[in-house]
């Protein structure tokens, strides 16, 4: 059987444990990146320009994000850590699909940010009032 390889100096991933480890490594470069890349394009905010602006619109968080309503009571700002996703290619991929499957309540991302010393999205969002979650229709 052939190897498999990914670059030219590693081989591919193929258990669970060198996949994390593989894409530890690749989240660490998008990381820097995506850092670089909004600074360049002024689309970063920084974690206190942030707080001084949202703080107070403070409604929720859950586990990879916490929820501010903007002024306008019809929009909702997320800071989300990417926390569930093996990368940010992956994250990125999830807006996108989400955008597709819900295009009434789309994502828009606006920035990013620091969480802590974590790098975070900013995306906007109407603000919806949930009474169920989506159905597969």
Same mark, same amino acid.
């Given at each position: 059987?052939?190897?498999?390889?990914?670059?030219?100096?590693?081989?591919?991933?193929?258990?669970?444990?060198?996949?994390?480890?593989?894409?530890?490594?690749?989240?660490? $470069?998008? $990381?820097?990146?995506?850092?670089?890349?909004?600074?360049?394009?002024?689309?970063?905010?920084?974690?206190?320009?942030?707080?001084?602006? @949202?703080?107070?619109? @403070?409604?929720?968080?859950?586990?990879? !994000?916490?929820?501010?309503?903007?002024?306008?009571?019809?929009?909702?700002?997320?800071?989300?850590?990417?926390?569930?996703?093996?990368?940010?290619?992956?994250?990125?991929?999830?807006?996108?699909?989400?955008?597709?499957?819900?295009?009434?309540?789309? @994502?828009?991302?606006?920035?990013?940010? $620091?969480?802590?010393? !974590?790098?975070?999205?900013?995306?906007? !969002?109407?603000?919806?009032?949930?009474?169920?979650?989506?159905?597969?229709?």
């Amino acid at each position: 059987m052939p190897e498999r390889r990914c670059s030219a100096s590693t081989t591919e991933p193929v258990g669970r444990k060198e996949r994390a480890q593989f894409n530890a490594k690749v989240k660490e $470069e998008e $990381e820097k990146s995506l850092r670089s890349w909004a600074k360049e394009m002024t689309l970063w905010v920084s974690e206190d320009d942030f707080s001084k602006q @949202y703080k107070s619109d @403070y409604i929720a968080e859950g586990a990879e !994000q916490k929820v501010f309503l903007k002024k306008d009571g019809k929009t909702v700002i997320k800071i989300n850590t990417g926390h569930f996703h093996a990368t940010w290619l992956d994250f990125f991929n999830r807006l996108t699909l989400h955008k597709a499957l819900f295009p009434e309540v789309q @994502y828009t991302l606006t920035g990013l940010t $620091e969480e802590g010393d !974590q790098l975070s999205a900013i995306i906007e !969002q109407p603000w919806v009032k949930v009474t169920r979650g989506a159905t597969k229709e």
